[in-house]
T-cell receptor
Framework: DTGVSQDPRHKITKRGQNVTFRCDPI?????LYWYRQTLGQGPEFLTY????????KSRLLSDRFSAERPKGSFSTLEIQRTEQGDSAMYLC????????????FGQGTRLTVV | AQTVTQSQPEMSVQEAETVTLSCTYD???????LFWYKQPPSRQMILVIR??????QNATENRFSVNFQKAAKSFSLKISDSQLGDAAMYFC????????????FGKGTKLTVNP
């Protein structure tokens, strides 16, 4: 297992277009998180899955954002009608469902909306 | 809501010297976890060290140690014998116990190590 994998690493899109990112967590990790990191800021929580169930969403996750985790494996994060303010690094993390575990992060997808 | 504050946007240290990064947090919980994560340029975030709030003993991982002051809600990171590879963004993070266990991050401190 090579860790949390995210694809693509970079995405440039025109304002108004839809984009979709993929995250492959560490196998057997049943918790999966999406965070957004803008320049000069720490990551901010977007949403959380336990297996296939999306159990928590931040108010940062507007209705243009949707995330799925079919079959509790990989996850996708879609942004519809992108805006320049969506430009950020989108990070995925996964962990076991246990208190005493750490979250492992992917390298992120850097989105630039032009 | 929990908040994490890192008051040092940038720090620098000479190779082989010691540096301390500051972090304060705000919470009304009694059980929680605190973390320091390292994010090298264009590379993924990795865990440096963690501290369980119920443990009085400060965590240590090789050259990295923390000073955890629960009453003061302070959680600083000390890096001893700094190496060029320590240069990175360092994020302090808080995690409540239970629920989603999402991480709440500070804004980060950029550490430069001078040869």
């Amino acid at each position: 297992d090579t860790g949390v994998s995210q694809d693509p690493r970079h995405k440039i899109t025109k304002r108004g277009q839809n984009v979709t990112f993929r995250c492959d967590p560490i196998s057997e990790h049943n918790r999966l998180y999406w965070y957004r990191q803008t320049l000069g800021q720490g990551p901010e929580f977007l949403t959380y899955f336990q297996n296939e169930a999306q159990l928590e969403k931040s108010r940062l996750l507007s209705d243009r954002f949707s995330a799925e985790r079919p079959k509790g494996s990989f996850s996708t994060l879609e942004i519809q009608r992108t805006e320049q303010g969506d430009s950020a690094m989108y990070l995925c993390a996964s962990s076991f469902n246990s208190m005493n575990t750490e979250a492992f992060f992917g390298q992120g997808t850097r989105l630039t909306v032009v | 809501a929990q908040t994490v504050t890192q008051s040092q946007p940038e720090m620098s240290v000479q190779e082989a010297e010691t540096v301390t990064l500051s972090c304060t947090y705000d919470t009304s919980e009694s059980d929680y976890y605190l973390f320091w994560y390292k994010q090298p340029p264009s590379r993924q975030m990795i865990l440096v060290i963690r501290q369980e709030a119920y443990k009085q003993q400060n965590a240590t991982e090789n050259r990295f140690s923390v000073n955890f002051q629960k009453a003061a809600k302070s959680f600083s990171l000390k890096i001893s014998d700094s190496q060029l590879g320590d240069a990175a963004m360092y994020f302090c993070a808080y995690r409540a116990q239970g629920g989603s266990e999402k991480l709440v991050f500070g804004k980060g401190t950029k550490l430069t190590v001078n040869p």
